[in-house]
């Protein structure tokens, strides 16, 4: 079945230690997004790709990048993770970014936790 | 600005309800609507995605609205149980192709 895949579920880094989330998708699709979401809030978007295309969303953190190096796979790297850092991470796909095709299709998420 | 909205923000109902879950949005230039269903610590589920020619959609006991003139969609769960027991979350996607989420209603059936 064509998915979004999300490694690891679970992920536990120290104050400051860098940090690498992972996301694939046997979709093929164009646009590849990360989500930020803390106990009891929505969703926020952090950023998005559109093939190679980077758009960083205007409060997303300097430590927060991104990295796509093919269509399948896109990285989030949080360069020093701080105790508000903690939260649900999640990739989602669509095949355009907007118009009929740009309905989201998520992956299970990675769970953070900053010690 | 979009915003969406969902009410209540908690909600707990004995198992067999019918119940009906809110969602608003402010500005109704919206192109889709998904409900989403999310369980404790886990990712998203996609329940129904409503297009904006759309005015409902249908899943098994799941029956979701949309009403864009009055920026109004609700989900419906038919006889609920207690395995419907998560967070409901709306989501809109506006013009630009970005998904403005709400902050979810938590629903627990009681057995």
């Known amino acids: 079945d064509a998915m979004v895949i999300q490694n690891p579920r679970y992920q536990v880094t120290q104050f400051g230690k860098p940090v690498t989330l992972s996301c694939s998708q046997t979709l093929n699709h164009n646009v590849m997004y990360w989500y930020q979401q803390k106990s009891s809030q929505a969703p926020k978007l952090l950023f998005h790709?559109?093939?190679?295309?980077?758009?960083n969303e205007a409060d997303t953190p300097d430590n927060f990048q991104s990295r796509r190096p093919n269509t399948s796979f896109c990285f989030l790297d949080i360069r020093s993770p701080g105790l508000g850092d903690a939260a649900m991470y999640l990739c989602a796909t669509s095949r355009e970014a907007t118009g009929a095709y740009n309905e989201q299709f998520f992956g299970p998420g990675t769970r953070l936790t900053v010690l | 600005k979009q915003e969406v909205t969902q009410i209540p923000a908690a909600l707990s109902v004995p198992e067999g309800e019918n119940l009906v879950l809110n969602c608003s949005f402010t500005d109704s230039a919206i192109y889709n609507l998904q409900w989403f269903r999310q369980d404790p610590g886990k990712g998203l589920t996609s329940l129904l995605l409503i297009q904006s020619s759309q005015r409902e959609q249908t899943s098994g006991r799941l029956n979701a609205s949309l009403d864009k003139s009055s920026g109004r969609s609700t989900l419906y769960i038919a006889a609920s149980q207690p395995g419907d027991s998560a967070t409901y979350l709306c989501?809109?996607?506006?013009?630009?192709?970005?998904?403005?989420f709400g902050q979810g209603t938590e629903l627990s059936v009681k057995p």
């Open positions: 790709y559109y093939d190679k295309d980077f758009n």
């Open positions: 989501a809109v996607y506006n013009q630009g192709g970005k998904l403005i």
